[in-house]
């Protein structure tokens, strides 16, 4: 038990989810607030305490953590890669202002530590794709990577200038059978094993040999969860961290299935999505993680694949 009162913001999405119940078993359940903007996950809104806030909104933030005495605030809030290409503005909107709203809150010292996720996003089509370094050419042309990379040089920034405890790591495709994601490139690596169970076939929306950064929800969490436990001084890089587990395609994934469900068939059928994931890296070099603070992760594919068809079957 601790006595760090935490605010979790978007605690009903995919990651969120999963991080408020981490955290609620690590410091005690009356001191993590799972927040959203809806009631729709009931089984979060009645796993604890739950209170309905809009990051958008300052004021609202604001009385939340005055309310709970909140000193940590996990940002999980995001429109995703796919949805964003569709919804541009509302992506820049949601991302940006979310995260000033948050860092403005430390700023003014209401909250003074932050976790606030990046991704692979911000990386482009001028990336290298082979290990692509933690410092290395960003350019992302989707406009989620956009605000991820914007996002980061304002942490950095918010710490450098006013002290702001902020932490952040580079997420990749994240892969989890609690939540579903939503709006993402990597999410066939979740809807594939869903759809191997209901159907034994899945069409993808990426082609074959499309190879991505990924990771299990486990390995994430843990992540998330040792990053924000290291003593100040042990974060050196405060824009965002490279974080990485394991690479595969389309074609891997369902070779992985084919392994438990020998009739399950696979077909391609690459739309929009596809450029997206063309224009990240295949692999990401995370050894800074691995020096600063210890990261190691533990899945690889086939323990990914195991997993997540013994925990949807159950489902
Ligand atoms: N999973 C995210 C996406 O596909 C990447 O961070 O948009």
């Not at 999405?13 to 607030?33: M, P, W, Y």
């Not at 690596?189 to 929306?205: D, R």
Request: with cysteine; hydrophobic share 40%; net charge neutral.
């Amino acid at each position: 038990m601790s006595s760090h009162k935490i605010l979790i913001l978007g605690a009903a999405g995919q990651i969120g989810s999963e991080l408020t119940a981490k955290l609620r078993a690590i410091h005690g359940k009356d001191n993590v607030i799972a927040s959203d903007i809806n009631y729709n996950n009931t089984a979060l809104v009645n796993s604890g305490i739950f209170e309905i806030v809009d990051a958008l909104n300052y004021v609202s933030l604001k009385v939340c953590c005055e309310k709970y005495n909140i000193d940590t605030i996990y940002l999980m809030v995001a429109m995703l890669s796919a949805k964003g290409e569709k919804y541009p503005m509302k992506a820049w909107d949601l991302n940006v202002t979310s995260l000033f709203n948050v860092l403005n809150l430390a700023k003014a010292k209401f909250i003074n530590k932050i976790f606030w996720p990046s991704s692979i996003a911000v990386f482009g089509p001028t990336t290298p794709k082979e290990n692509a370094p933690q410092y290395t050419i960003t350019e992302p042309n989707t406009v989620y990577g956009m605000t991820k990379l914007i996002g980061e040089r304002w942490c950095q920034y918010y710490n450098e200038k006013y002290d702001v405890d902020i932490r952040s790591l580079r997420y990749p495709g994240i892969i989890s059978w609690k939540t579903l994601p939503g709006g993402g490139t990597t999410d066939y690596a979740v809807e594939i094993y869903y759809e191997a169970l209901a159907k034994k076939k899945y069409n993808c929306f990426l082609a074959e040999n499309t190879e991505l950064p990924m990771m299990y929800m486990d390995d994430a969490i843990e992540a998330t969860v040792a990053i924000m436990s290291v003593p100040t001084g042990g974060i050196k890089i405060r824009s965002s961290y490279n974080i990485s587990a394991v690479s595969y395609t389309p074609k891997q994934v369902a070779e992985s299935i084919k392994k438990h469900i020998p009739e399950f068939e696979i077909s391609y059928s690459p739309d929009f999505r596809q450029d997206i994931a063309n224009s990240w890296p295949k692999r990401i070099d995370d050894s800074e993680a691995r020096k600063d603070w210890g990261w190691r992760h533990k899945f690889d594919l086939e323990l990914i694949t195991n997993e997540m068809l013994k925990q949807l079957s159950r489902k």
